[in-house]
Structure formats: structure tokens, C-alpha cells
């Protein structure tokens, strides 16, 4: 324990800026090399990221690639046995979310899902795209999970996560939702972390219905 504090005011995010302090992240994860990840969520401004290495205590740089963390507020950390993956969405007039894979400090997108016209040229429906939440690794199946508006999805890592049609919703959702965010417009996401059990079974805590339980079937609040 040095008993020190280590700050950053570096910004990933060019609309966030940081004199002495951060203010309180959204979640924090530290991956299997001890390295500690922290994520912040600012609403329709997006997020923030700071990654910091316990061994040698500095700050390590983040290529973020295509991924725009001007739009995307952090929801989440997980890591398989090689990639250290982010998840996060937004929901503001439109509903958005990304999973982004992090390979040697290098960003690059998993799956993205935004929302769009149905009929581009005269715009008469609107699709959402998944608000995403947070997500996790499931070792037994060698899959990721994620939860949005709609529900519990997975995708086999063996498949094109990147194509809507390879994740696979196993559970509408039936959980309450609260309006009123205090930097967007629509509702602040009620799931907050996801923990695999085993093949199909995991656990949630949400916002307002408690500590959740997926048994492979149903979902049950306590």
C-alpha cells in the first residue's frame, strides 16, 4: 500500500475536462494483470476512461480507434482469457450501444447497434438500437451476454458478434424502468452488473427491483 493518490486530468473525451478531480465513476474493473480500469458516464457527452497500471503506478494511453467515447457513457468491464472488453450505450431521444475489445491498449468495435429509419427516404418508422448495459464473459459456453431495453442477449464468440443477427435474445425483460436522467434525455440504465452462474443460469443487480436471478428460463427479482 503506498497510501498515495494518483490523478489523471488527461481526457479521452475532448468534452470533459478534469482540473484536480474526476467526480464518481460509473464502475471500475481490475483484469487479471492488476491493472485498473474506470469508466465514467456524462450522459448525451458520452464517457470517459482511465486505465491504471498497479505495477509501475502510472497511467497507461488508450488507442480508442473508431470507437467514439464522445458518445458512448461507460456501463461496463469484462475480460476473457486474452481481450479486456468495454460495454456501453446511451439513451438520449435515440437509444445506442457498443461492445468494444480492447487488445494491447488498442480499441476496436465488437458490435454497435444505433437507431435508424426502417425506411430511410421517408423516415416514417424509427427502430431502436439496443441500449446496451452491462455485459460479461460466460466461460462455460464461451459466449458474452449483454443487457438492454429489450432484454437478455448472447453471442458465441465463435460467431460475427458484430452482425445483429448472431446475438440472441434469451429473455424479454420485465423489470421496472424509471424516467429522468440529469445529463440526457430518456431513462438511466437499471441494470447495473452482470455475473454468470453457469451455461445458462446468472445473476443481476438492478436499480429498482433488487438483486435478479436468470435460471435459463425466467427471470426472478428478490
Partial sequence: MTKKF????????HQIHYKDKWGKPYCNYIDKNDIIWVG??????????????????KFLDLSLDSFEITLFPIKSFF????????????????????IVKIDNLKASTLFSSES?????EKR???IDGEYVGPATFNPYS?????????????????????RTVNWEKVVSRNLTWKY???????????????????KTKLVFLSQNNGVGFYDGQNIIVR
Avoid at 435508424?116 to 430511410?120: D, Q, R, S, T
Avoid at 438492454?148 to 458484430?162: H, M, P, R, Y
Avoid at 429522468?180 to 453457469?198: T, Y
Wanted: charged content about 15%; overall charge negative.
Fill in 6 to 13: 494518483y490523478f489523471n486530468g488527461k481526457s479521452l473525451n
Fill in 40 to 57: 465514467f458516464g456524462y450522459g448525451e457527452w458520452g464517457g470517459n476512461l482511465f486505465v491504471f497500471q498497479t505495477s509501475t503506478r
Fill in 79 to 98: 475480460e476473457d482469457s486474452s481481450s479486456l472488453y468495454i460495454s456501453a450505450g446511451l439513451q438520449h431521444m435515440m437509444t445506442s450501444g457498443i
Fill in 116 to 120: 435508424h429509419w426502417l425506411n430511410p
Fill in 124 to 126: 416514417d418508422s424509427m
Fill in 142 to 162: 464461451n459466449s458474452i451476454y449483454f443487457y438492454s431495453q429489450n432484454g437478455i442477449f448472447f453471442g458465441e464468440k465463435t460467431k460475427d458478434l458484430s
Fill in 180 to 198: 429522468g436522467q440529469p445529463d440526457a434525455v430518456g431513462s438511466p440504465m437499471h441494470v447495473f452488473k452482470i455475473c454468470i452462474v453457469d
